[in-house]
């Protein structure tokens, strides 16, 4: 039985006091939360504040985004071990935003999960087509190849603490979802992937989440699917109540 995660991705929203504030708010409406795994991903900024007002409760906190390395001259970056100094213990790797407007490779988001399991880290892993890739029938292959590359080198015992996250470029902010059977569909090869890779034992562990227009209405009917653990959240994470719906939806 794979635990249910949801996460709210925040995106470049909020500032330091109404971060604080939503995350009091989410802390208020899941307090006695028991059966999701529950992660809010502020601004780099806020990280440690945010994990401040979370300390305690079941909700737990992610970043956006890392660098590979640990340490070094690379102005404007921010590193496994200083998200974990935060109190933050998941971090987004390969968001299509991150590909597209920092062109970020598989390969570089390979070197990211390798460096945030090295900090002890979760890696919520992103991948997911543009609608072009889909209109050409090209879904199922680029997911596989965006898996295969992140993926690559991992041991078992390493992917087991992965999340992925499967997030169709085209349902992304647009309110356009995916149908729970084009999302099952994707998470079902996905799955298929991993067994290929790290055996039936270490697929079945693994948790996908959904991620594209996930709202309160929408969430229970894409989110109970077989194959589908949970939700990544961007726009209706930002309101404390549409975002704790969503998890209250999940609840096996
Ligand atoms: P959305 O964003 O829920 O606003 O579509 C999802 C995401 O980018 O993770």
Not at 138 to 149: F, I, K, P, S, W
Request: charged share 20%.
């Amino acid at each position: 039985m794979r635990r249910p995660i949801v996460a709210g991705n925040w995106k470049m929203h909020t500032d330091l006091a109404s971060a604080v504030a939503l995350a009091k708010a989410v802390r208020a409406e899941l307090a006695d939360e028991s059966a999701v795994d529950v992660v809010l991903i502020p601004p780099f900024p806020f990280l440690a504040a945010v994990a401040e007002a979370v300390a305690g409760s079941p909700v737990g906190v992610g970043a956006q985004d890392c660098r590979a390395e640990s340490a070094g001259a690379y102005t404007g970056d921010v590193s496994p071990p200083m998200i974990a100094s935060t109190g933050a213990a998941f971090c987004v790797v390969g968001h299509s935003e991150r590909r597209e407007y920092h062109a970020e490779t598989n390969a570089g988001c390979n070197a990211k999960i390798r460096a945030l399991l090295a900090a002890n880290l979760t890696p919520i892993y992103c991948v997911g087509e543009r609608l072009d890739v889909r209109e050409a029938d090209g879904t199922l292959d680029l997911v596989e190849t965006q898996v295969r590359a992140g993926l690559d080198g991992l041991s078992a015992a390493e992917a087991v603490k992965l999340v992925l996250a499967y997030e169709p470029v085209w349902a992304i902010g647009t309110g356009k979802v995916a149908t729970p059977k084009q999302a099952q569909e994707v998470h079902a090869h996905i799955r298929s992937v991993l067994t290929d890779l790290f055996g039936a034992d270490t697929a079945d562990a693994v948790r996908v989440q959904y991620g594209g227009s996930v709202k309160a209405d929408n969430a229970r009917e894409l989110l109970t699917r077989p194959d589908i653990d949970g939700a990544l959240v961007g726009g209706a994470s930002l309101r404390a109540f549409d975002f704790a719906s969503i998890v209250r939806a999940v609840r096996p």
